[in-house]
């Protein structure tokens, strides 16, 4: 994607410049002549530390980027685009070899460069610039008298210069080229795709009918997206705070996960007691589930308490119904229709063994959407019977004896220090297993009459979902 | 439902997260809401009424767009007086977060070249991630296993996603397409064998997706459109037009009931849609520069965005509005990537400057700076349950942190 960090990296690096606000600089001396202006890299780190008020390690972070891409360069070290935060010494990059000002950079350049380098002074090229050179040579053989001019006429022209501008103009310009042909294989400049709109173009506006069309259909939605806004600033700030304070507990970033979090400690036993149909769920799960509605229906063990207590209301076709819903709306397109009339069968139809308690107006719409039906067509009744759950049979759910039962049997585990090892890890029961386990179980009791779910999936999990440890070990 | 319903079941209906456009005018009231703002309807009725007339009479476009330039500056001033209270106002009375000790526990080696996305499976451990020389690797990231690899025909390839089952991944770039491949135990069977091609777009594959199951793909592309497929069959579902520029990133509502999704595109558009019609039902555009990433909030009534102009920003669905903007003098390198911790209290980022921030959603203010990727971060996606986070670089590794 298109650069687009050079203006506030151009400010950054004008700002460092200010010589009563910059960073402080001093010359530097070379061999016999002296370089102006060069500052150490420890003054550099210490200046981005206080101007933006970050620490030491971000302020070397940022250090490091602004010489990655070229705004100072090191004088000694000078393929290694690092910022060392001790007394190394570095320079501001000249404006015009900055990446700001997005000369593309030309491989014709690059080979004056080198030609340039080597007219001046034979085996003066590195390894990977001399690779580079014969690479050149070879695939712009037929520009090389041009080239080749082109370089001894800046040599000529560089020696006019006086002698300490000259040596800054040639670091300045080794500095560049190590920037964008670097040694190596990573750099700054490598930017990845382009995309196909340029964020620096300027718009064109067209007059077309298309272009209008769309300038219309775009006023429109502003004027309603406006409108729309101004009726529903309702109380923003308090909904996300409030999530954020019931979970705070049951986030593992903030607050330690029990027994331990798999990652830091190499012990999986979070998992495997949280697992979807564990018969024994934990505690801090079972809170969960009474947040609200949705937190109990999207935990599978939570969703399978929840059928159990519907059982024993006689009220399980809400769930089964909603369940059905979902399986068509995300279910494959070819099996839709023969899974709407199934359902229609089995929930709304006049005498169908599971028929679901919905309002006339809704079951009219439904009935007559399923004349034509099509993957959204049970919305309405979903709906319907969703809220049906969440108003009514939720909060009885939360007081029943089924809840109740599980909430007290829930278990609280230890928290344990375990130390980081990594022999402890264990790989687990792929999950394209389990799917075939769960597939041959649901065939077993399709051949053996009906059975009471939860119970299959218990079993599932009891098998557990870890590969058997080897004996002794534990 | 549409018939007699009650006010109080219409307010029921609203609480319940029933989307705010289903509603019909009169129900569109919130009442019990503390800070509840309603604009003067006579300023509001006269504009649009004013608005309304000029599209009618055929007027030139420059009028219609002053008009409706005029018309929102009018209602930021109404609304300007009304003192909306602030996130982080509210959020003076929250706690701190106490000091987080997040650091690597996983580096993921195997990739040659830079990794460019990555996608959980719902067991928590297991990941899939996607990188520039066409290879997609899945791994058990708690043991460091690779247990499947694939080589796409294609190079750079930019999504990638795990299916709900654990049986499958998806992934695509630059083929233009997006193509789902079924896992297997043995070891030795050729994956690119059982390969379907669902997705077909006219440019670059952005970013994938799958919905509740594994038989349906929500795809976004250069093309700047997004589309919903059929995995059987590759039919295309559902197709969404309104970017105008290349779509990079898309997440779906994580709703029990919703049905809607999110996008981020190179014309600094960040899009709301439903699933069901095709239709653009929300839109913001605060952002100075492409957005990069898109996620939702855990509850699915905001979603925050990362954007190349340095800056993380969250968006209220409800209030139609960006709510709070996570930005820092220091970070001058575009943002990447960014996911909610399991609460919602905490953001975490990547950036290009190869550092991860963590940043507390509700006060605004940086929590700490993660570093140890020695190249672009690409990606940051939190692990189904919150235990950890991963991310994915230029540097082609991978990292879970916790």
């Not at chain 1, 530097?28 to 780190?45: C, S, Y």
């Amino acid at each position: 994607p298109f650069n687009t960090t050079q203006t506030p990296t151009t400010r950054r690096g004008v700002q460092m410049q200010d010589p009563k606000t910059g960073v402080k600089s001093q010359p530097q001396r070379l061999v016999i002549t002296t370089i102006p202006h060069a500052i150490m890299g420890e003054d550099i780190v210490a200046w981005l530390a206080d101007r933006f008020n970050i620490d030491f390690q971000e302020a070397r972070s940022v250090g490091c980027r602004l010489v990655a891409f070229g705004y100072i360069y090191p004088l000694s070290d000078h393929k290694r685009l690092v910022l060392k935060p001790d007394a190394s010494l570095y320079r501001f990059q000249t404006p015009y070899f900055w990446p700001a000002q997005q000369w593309p950079v030309e491989d014709t350049d690059y080979a004056i460069y080198l030609a340039k380098r080597n007219i001046r002074k034979k085996g003066l090229l590195e390894l990977y610039e001399q690779e580079q050179y014969n690479h050149l040579h070879k695939w712009m053989n037929h520009k090389w008298d041009f080239i080749v001019m082109q370089a001894k006429e800046q040599y000529r022209a560089g020696k006019e210069r006086k002698k300490p501008d000259r040596v800054v103009f040639d670091c300045q310009e080794r500095a560049y080229w190590v920037v964008h042909r670097p040694p190596g294989t990573v750099s700054a400049m490598d930017y990845g795709l382009n995309r196909l709109v340029d964020p620096n173009a300027v718009e064109v506006k067209g007059n077309d009918r298309v272009g209008r069309n769309h300038d219309r259909n775009h006023t429109q939605s502003v004027i309603h997206h406006s409108y729309r806004r101004c009726l529903h600033c309702g109380d923003v700030p308090s909904r996300l705070v409030k999530h954020c304070t019931t979970f705070k507990h049951h986030d593992p970033f903030l607050a330690p996960c029990l027994p331990s979090n798999p990652w830091v400690s190499d012990d999986a036993s979070y998992w495997t007691l949280n697992g979807a149909h564990v018969e024994v769920p934990t505690k801090m799960r079972v809170e969960r589930w009474t947040f609200s509605f949705g937190e109990l229906l999207s935990d599978p063990r939570g969703r399978d308490d929840f059928r159990l207590f519907l059982k024993k209301e006689f009220s399980g076709e809400n769930l089964a119904f909603w369940e059905g819903c979902e399986d068509l709306k995300w279910g494959t397109a070819a099996t839709m229709k023969d899974k709407a009339q199934q359902i229609y069968k089995t929930f709304l139809a006049r005498g169908a063994p599971r028929w679901i308690n919905i309002d006339g107006k809704t079951m009219e719409v439904t009935v007559k959407g399923l004349k034509h039906p099509h993957r959204y067509v049970l919305d309405a009744a979903q709906t319907h019977i969703f809220m049906l759950m969440k108003k009514d049979s939720f909060g009885r759910y939360l007081k029943s004896s089924t809840f109740k039962d599980t909430q007290k049997n829930a278990i609280s585990p230890d928290e344990h220090k375990f130390r980081w090892n990594a022999k402890k890890r264990r790989p687990s029961l792929s999950p394209i297993a389990v799917r075939q386990m769960e597939a041959e179980q649901r065939a077993k009791l399709a051949a053996s009459g009906p059975v009471d779910i939860t119970q299959v999936m218990s079993k599932l999990s009891k098998q557990g979902k870890e590969v058997a440890p080897p004996a002794g070990k534990r | 439902m549409r018939g007699v319903t009650s006010a109080r079941q219409q307010h029921q209906l609203a609480e319940a997260g029933e989307p705010w456009w289903r509603q019909r005018e009169s129900e569109r009231k919130r009442p019990n809401t503390r800070t509840s703002s309603t604009i003067p309807s006579p300023l509001c009725a006269s504009s649009l009424k004013m608005a309304c007339q000029a599209l009618q009479s055929g007027e030139s476009l420059a009028t219609l767009k002053n008009e409706s330039d005029s018309l929102k500056k009018k209602l930021e001033e109404e609304r300007a007086k009304l003192h909306d209270v602030e996130l982080n106002q509210v959020a003076e009375k929250v706690e701190l977060v106490s000091a987080l000790s997040i650091r690597t526990r996983r580096v993921l080696k195997g990739h040659g070249n830079k990794v460019l996305c990555m996608d959980w499976c719902k067991d928590k451990r297991r990941l899939v991630s996607s990188s520039q020389d066409g290879k997609v690797i899945v791994w058990d990231g708690y043991t460091l296993n690779k247990e499947h690899a694939v080589t796409m025909p294609c190079t750079w390839v930019m999504a990638c996603a795990y299916a709900p089952s654990g049986c499958a991944v998806a992934c695509g770039g630059l083929d233009n397409k997006c193509s789902v491949y079924p896992l297997s135990l043995d070891k030795n069977e050729n994956l690119a064998a059982k390969k379907k091609s669902v997705a077909m777009h006219t440019n670059y594959l952005s970013g994938c997706s799958f919905t509740n199951s594994d038989m349906q793909l929500l795809t976004s592309s250069g093309d700047g459109t997004c589309a919903l497929w059929d995995v059987e069959s590759g039919q295309l579902l559902q197709s969404f037009h309104g970017h105008t520029a290349d779509v990079l990133s898309l997440n779906l509502a994580p709703s029990e009931t919703g049905n809607t999704f999110v996008s981020g595109g190179c014309d600094k558009k960040a899009n709301v849609w439903d699933m069901r019609s095709g239709q653009n039902v929300q839109s913001f555009e605060t952002h100075d520069s492409d957005i990069n990433c898109v996620k939702y909030y855990p509850t699915g009534d905001a979603f925050a965005s990362a954007s190349d102009d340095g800056t993380c920003r969250l968006y209220d669905l409800r209030a139609d509005r960006e709510v709070a903007v996570y930005q820092k003098d220091s970070i001058i390198f575009g943002a990447s990537s960014v996911d909610f911790s399991l609460s919602g209290r905490l953001l975490f980022a990547g950036y290009n400057d190869y550092t991860i921030n963590v940043w507390d959603v509700l006060k605004g203010n940086r929590i700490s700076v993660l570093f140890g990727h020695e190249n672009r971060v690409s990606c940051v996606k939190v692990s189904p349950d919150g235990t950890s986070f991963a991310s994915a670089s230029w540097d082609t590794s991978l990292r879970i942190w916790a």
